[in-house]
C-alpha cells in the first residue's frame, strides 16, 4: 500500500481510536458546536467538504466535518474562537486552505473545519479589499498572487519577490516560505513583508509586524499554518517594469553550471531573475523551445545534439521599459559573455512582465487541455548547501535518475543572507543553498508514470541525502511524525514548540502538517 494511504487511514483510526473521547466528528458535531455563531459568510458541507478533501499532491484525501466560507475576518476569529473554548476534549480542528496546493493533505482537517480563504479575498470591501499605498499593498491571506499583481500593476508596482506559480494564495506561502529565481536578491516571499493580520489558535485578532509583536509576526513567516491564520498581509513593493528579455542557455557541466550560477547570485550587477533546470533524457530540447524562444545563432542551434545526455539550462530574464531596450542589451550581453554555456544554445524571447510572472499557468492550461494537470504530484522539495550540491548531483543524477524521471527539476542557488532566521522557515546552514524540486506528475496506475515508482526515487534520493551527511532540508516537508519534525527543526525546534504553545495551545490550528497532535498536547497547558 502507498505510504500516503497507510498515512491516511492511519489518522483516520487514530481519530477514531485515540484518547477516550475522540471521535470523527460530522455536520452534526458542527451544527450543534457552531450553529449558533452568528457569520456574515456560512458554513458549507456535502459537496464542499468533498472538494476540501482534495489538493495538488492528489495522494491524501481526508473529509473535513464542515467548510467555513468566511464573509469577513470576524467569522473566523468566531469559530476558532468557539473551537478554542471548546476546550481540549473536542476533537474539533481547524485548518486554512488557501488554494489547496499542497502535496500531502497540509491544507485538510479530518472531521474538522476547513476555513476556505479565497472566500474571504472574494467577498470585496471592507477589511478584504486589496489597497495599495505608501509602496506596499495590504492583501486578504486568501488572495491570490496573480491578482495581486494585477492590482499592484495598475499603480505601476509589483512585489518584489514571487513564486514561479501565480495561483497560490498570499496565506498559503507564506505559510511556507515562497521561493523563485528572484529570492537571490530579495530573498524569499517570508522577507519580504512588512505587516500580518492574524487569527490566533485562541481566536484573537492580532496585528504584527517586526515591531509590533513580532514573536507572532516572525513565528508566522513559515510556520506552516501552526501560530495563526493570516488574514491580512501587507507585502513590499517596488516599480514594475513592462517588459522581461527571457533566456535560456545549456550546459554540459554541472561545476561550470553552477559556478555561473553562483558567480550570477553574487554579482553586484546581475540578472534579475535567475534559475535553472536539469534536462535528464529529452530529446530534441531546443527544438521544443522554438514554440516561445528565439536561438540567437539559428544555423549553430539547429546542429546542436541533446540526445541521450545530461544537460542543464540556466534560465534568466533582464526587467526593462521599452526606452531602456539599448541599454538592456548592452547589460545582458556583458552579462552573457562572462559565461560558459555551449555558446550554440542561447535562446531569448522578450515578453510582459506579467506574461513572464504567470508563465506557469500557460503549461497548467496545456496539461489541463490534455487532462495532466489533475493526476498525483509526489513531488520533491530539498534545499542543498552548496558545499555538497556536487556529490548530490554526482549521485542523483548520474545514478538514481539516470534512466527516468517524470517531471520537471528545478536547480538554483541562492544567499542565505537574504532569508531571516527569525522566521519559522528551516534552512541549511551555509551561505549558499540550493532548492532542488523534482517536479514529479504520475498519470499512470503503474509502471515508469505511477506514484509508487516516483516515490521509489525519492526515498532513494532522501536516503542517500541522510547516509551521505549531505545537510539537505526538506521545504514544503511531508513528514508524518513529531520525531520527523524535531529533527527537521532540530535546535529550532524549543521555539517552535514554545511559539505552539502560546498562539495554539490546543494544537487546534493546520492539523494537516502532522506535527502537534490536538490529543497529544501535555495536559497541564
Ligand atoms: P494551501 O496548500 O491551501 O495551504 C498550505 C498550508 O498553509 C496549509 O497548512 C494551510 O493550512 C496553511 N495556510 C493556508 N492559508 C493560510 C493562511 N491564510 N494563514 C495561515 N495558514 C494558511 N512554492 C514556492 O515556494 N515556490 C514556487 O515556485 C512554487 N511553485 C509551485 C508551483 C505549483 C504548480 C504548485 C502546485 C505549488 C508551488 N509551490 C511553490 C508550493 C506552494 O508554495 C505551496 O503549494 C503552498 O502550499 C501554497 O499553496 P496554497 O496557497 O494553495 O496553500
Same mark, same amino acid.
Not at 420 to 430: G, M, Q
Given at each position: 500500500?502507498?505510504?500516503?494511504?497507510?498515512?491516511?487511514?492511519?489518522?483516520?483510526?487514530?481519530?477514531?481510536?485515540?484518547?477516550?473521547?475522540?471521535?470523527?466528528?460530522?455536520?452534526?458535531?458542527?451544527?450543534?458546536?457552531?450553529?449558533?455563531?452568528?457569520?456574515?459568510?456560512?458554513?458549507?458541507?456535502?459537496?464542499?467538504?468533498?472538494?476540501?478533501?482534495?489538493?495538488?499532491?492528489?495522494?491524501?484525501?481526508?473529509?473535513?466535518?464542515?467548510?467555513?466560507?468566511?464573509?469577513?475576518?470576524?467569522?473566523?476569529?468566531?469559530?476558532?474562537?468557539?473551537?478554542?473554548?471548546?476546550?481540549?476534549?473536542?476533537? &474539533? $480542528? +481547524?485548518?486554512?486552505?488557501?488554494?489547496?496546493?499542497?502535496?500531502? !493533505? #497540509?491544507?485538510?482537517?479530518? @472531521?474538522?473545519? %476547513?476555513?476556505?480563504?479565497?472566500?474571504?479575498?472574494?467577498?470585496?470591501?471592507?477589511?478584504?479589499?486589496?489597497?495599495?499605498?505608501?509602496?506596499?499593498?495590504?492583501?486578504?491571506?486568501?488572495?491570490?498572487?496573480?491578482?495581486?499583481?494585477?492590482?499592484?500593476?495598475?499603480?505601476?508596482?509589483?512585489?518584489?519577490?514571487?513564486?514561479?506559480?501565480?495561483? &497560490? $494564495? +498570499?496565506?498559503?506561502?507564506?505559510?511556507?516560505?515562497?521561493?523563485? !529565481? #528572484?529570492?537571490?536578491?530579495? @530573498?524569499?516571499? %517570508?522577507?519580504?513583508?512588512?505587516?500580518?493580520?492574524?487569527?490566533?489558535?485562541?481566536?484573537?485578532?492580532?496585528?504584527?509586524?517586526?515591531?509590533?509583536?513580532?514573536?507572532?509576526?516572525?513565528?508566522?513567516?513559515?510556520?506552516?499554518?501552526?501560530?495563526?491564520?493570516?488574514?491580512?498581509?501587507?507585502?513590499?513593493?517596488?516599480?514594475?517594469?513592462?517588459?522581461?528579455?527571457?533566456?535560456?542557455?545549456?550546459?554540459?557541466?554541472?561545476?561550470?553550471?553552477?559556478?555561473?550560477?553562483?558567480?550570477?547570485?553574487?554579482?553586484?550587477?546581475?540578472?534579475?531573475?535567475?534559475?535553472?533546470?536539469?534536462?535528464?533524457?529529452?530529446?530534441?530540447?531546443?527544438?521544443?523551445?522554438?514554440?516561445?524562444?528565439?536561438?540567437?545563432?539559428?544555423?549553430?542551434?539547429?546542429?546542436?545534439?541533446?540526445?541521450?545526455?545530461?544537460?542543464?539550462?540556466?534560465?534568466?530574464?533582464?526587467?526593462?521599459?521599452?526606452?531602456?531596450?539599448?541599454?538592456?542589451?548592452?547589460?545582458?550581453?556583458?552579462?552573457?559573455?562572462?559565461?560558459?554555456?555551449?555558446?550554440?544554445?542561447?535562446?531569448?524571447?522578450?515578453?510582459?512582465?506579467?506574461?513572464?510572472?504567470?508563465?506557469?499557468?500557460?503549461?497548467?492550461?496545456?496539461?489541463?487541455?490534455?487532462?495532466?494537470?489533475?493526476?498525483?504530484?509526489?513531488?520533491?522539495?530539498?534545499?542543498?548547501?552548496?558545499?555538497?550540491?556536487?556529490?548530490?548531483?554526482?549521485?542523483?543524477?548520474?545514478?538514481?535518475?539516470?534512466?527516468?524521471?517524470?517531471?520537471?527539476?528545478?536547480?538554483?542557488?541562492?544567499?542565505?543572507?537574504?532569508?531571516?532566521?527569525?522566521?519559522?522557515?528551516?534552512?541549511?546552514?551555509?551561505?549558499?543553498?540550493?532548492?532542488?524540486?523534482?517536479?514529479?506528475?504520475?498519470?499512470?496506475?503503474?509502471?515508469?508514470?505511477?506514484?509508487?515508482?516516483?516515490?521509489?526515487?525519492?526515498?532513494?534520493?532522501?536516503?542517500?541525502?541522510?547516509?551521505?551527511?549531505?545537510?539537505?532540508?526538506?521545504?514544503?516537508?511531508?513528514?508524518?511524525?513529531?520525531?520527523?519534525?524535531?529533527?527537521?527543526?532540530?535546535?529550532?525546534?524549543?521555539?517552535?514548540?514554545?511559539?505552539?504553545?502560546?498562539?495554539?495551545?490546543?494544537?487546534?490550528?493546520?492539523?494537516?502538517?502532522?506535527?502537534?497532535?490536538?490529543?497529544?498536547?501535555?495536559?497541564?497547558?
Amino acid at each position: 500500500m502507498k505510504p500516503s494511504i497507510v498515512y491516511c487511514l492511519k489518522l483516520l483510526l487514530l481519530l477514531a481510536l485515540g484518547g477516550v473521547t475522540m471521535h470523527v466528528p460530522d455536520e452534526d458535531t458542527v451544527v450543534a458546536s457552531l450553529g449558533s455563531l452568528r457569520l456574515d459568510g456560512h458554513f458549507g458541507f456535502g459537496h464542499d467538504a468533498h472538494a476540501a478533501a482534495r489538493d495538488f499532491g492528489n495522494r491524501c484525501s481526508l473529509l473535513p466535518a464542515a467548510v467555513l466560507h468566511p464573509g469577513s475576518v470576524s467569522d473566523i476569529a468566531a469559530t476558532v474562537r468557539r473551537v478554542f473554548l471548546l476546550g481540549r476534549h473536542s476533537p &474539533l $480542528t +481547524v485548518a486554512a486552505r488557501g488554494h489547496g496546493h499542497s502535496l500531502l !493533505g #497540509q491544507s485538510q482537517a479530518a @472531521g474538522g473545519i %476547513v476555513v476556505k480563504m479565497e472566500s474571504l479575498a472574494a467577498a470585496g470591501g471592507g477589511d478584504t479589499a486589496m489597497r495599495v499605498h505608501g509602496g506596499h499593498v495590504d492583501v486578504p491571506g486568501g488572495e491570490l498572487w496573480i491578482n495581486v499583481l494585477r492590482e499592484t500593476l495598475k499603480h505601476g508596482l509589483a512585489p518584489r519577490s514571487w513564486t514561479d506559480y501565480l495561483h &497560490l $494564495t +498570499v496565506g498559503g506561502t507564506l505559510s511556507n516560505a515562497g521561493v523563485s !529565481g #528572484q529570492a537571490f536578491r530579495h @530573498g524569499p516571499q %517570508v522577507s519580504n513583508v512588512n505587516q500580518l493580520e492574524i487569527v490566533t489558535g485562541r481566536g484573537d485578532l492580532v496585528t504584527c509586524s517586526p515591531e509590533e509583536n513580532s514573536d507572532l509576526f516572525y513565528a508566522a513567516l513559515g510556520g506552516l499554518g501552526q501560530f495563526g491564520i493570516i488574514t491580512r498581509a501587507r507585502i513590499a513593493l517596488e516599480p514594475a517594469p513592462k517588459m522581461v528579455r527571457w533566456i535560456r542557455v545549456l550546459y554540459s557541466d554541472f561545476e561550470t553550471f553552477t559556478e555561473d550560477q553562483e558567480m550570477l547570485i553574487t554579482a553586484e550587477k546581475s540578472f534579475d531573475y535567475i534559475e535553472g533546470f536539469v534536462i535528464i533524457n529529452r530529446t530534441g530540447i531546443l527544438n521544443n523551445w522554438r514554440t516561445s524562444f528565439k536561438p540567437q545563432d539559428p544555423v549553430q542551434a539547429s546542429q546542436f545534439q541533446s540526445d541521450g545526455r545530461v544537460l542543464y539550462c540556466l534560465e534568466l530574464t533582464k526587467n526593462f521599459n521599452h526606452d531602456e531596450a539599448d541599454i538592456m542589451e548592452q547589460e545582458v550581453g556583458a552579462l552573457l559573455s562572462r559565461l560558459r554555456y555551449i555558446s550554440s544554445t542561447l535562446f531569448y524571447t522578450d515578453v510582459t512582465y506579467l506574461e513572464f510572472l504567470d508563465r506557469v499557468h500557460t503549461s497548467e492550461l496545456k496539461l489541463r487541455a490534455q487532462g495532466l494537470w489533475d493526476v498525483p504530484h509526489p513531488w520533491l522539495n530539498l534545499l542543498i548547501p552548496r558545499s555538497t550540491i556536487h556529490k548530490f548531483a554526482k549521485e542523483v543524477f548520474g545514478k538514481i535518475l539516470k534512466d527516468s524521471n517524470n517531471g520537471p527539476i528545478l536547480l538554483y542557488p541562492v544567499n542565505r543572507t537574504k532569508w531571516d532566521n527569525r522566521t519559522s522557515v528551516v534552512i541549511p546552514d551555509e551561505e549558499i543553498f540550493y532548492l532542488v524540486g523534482f517536479l514529479s506528475s504520475a498519470p499512470s496506475s503503474s509502471g515508469h508514470g505511477s506514484v509508487e515508482h516516483a516515490m521509489n526515487l525519492n526515498n532513494q534520493i532522501v536516503d542517500f541525502c541522510e547516509k551521505n551527511g549531505v545537510g539537505m532540508k526538506q521545504y514544503l516537508a511531508p513528514y508524518t511524525t513529531q520525531q520527523q519534525w524535531k529533527a527537521h527543526f532540530g535546535a529550532r525546534w524549543e521555539t517552535f514548540e514554545r511559539r505552539k504553545h502560546t498562539y495554539d495551545p490546543l494544537a487546534i490550528l493546520a492539523p494537516g502538517q502532522r506535527i502537534f497532535p490536538k490529543a497529544s498536547l501535555p495536559m497541564s497547558l
